[in-house]
């Protein structure tokens, strides 16, 4: 758990979920969170996470890895 003194949090003039949403952005575009990480700390549901980071002009993240995963994926639902 990660405490911020109030004192920092009002001298941002955001509310706590403002920066807390701040901060799940941020993380993901530095790529050190994932998306879902990153939607789950900012206490949203998978696509208003998505618009946000779509309104902000935040690329998506998508990795060779993920790429390969995505495919072996619809390889094994092709054989299923």
């Known amino acids: 758990m990660l405490i911020i003194e109030d004192e920092i ?3 941002t003039q955001f ?3 403002e920066l807390r949403l701040e901060i799940a ?3 993901y575009e530095k790529s050190i969170l994932s998306f ?3 939607r789950k700390l900012a206490g ?3 696509f208003e996470f998505e618009k946000l980071l779509f309104d902000r002009n935040v690329p ?3 990795t060779s890895e993920d790429l390969e995963a ?3 994926t ?3 639902l092709r054989k299923s």
Do not use: N, P, Q, W
């Open 15 to 17: 509310t706590e979920e």
């Open 74 to 76: 619809i390889e094994k």
């Open 60 to 62: 998506g993240l998508f």
């Open 36 to 38: 879902g990480r990153a």
């Open 25 to 27: 952005v941020a993380l």
């Open 9 to 11: 949090v009002r001298s």
């Open 70 to 72: 995505d495919i072996a």
């Open 44 to 46: 949203m549901g998978y």
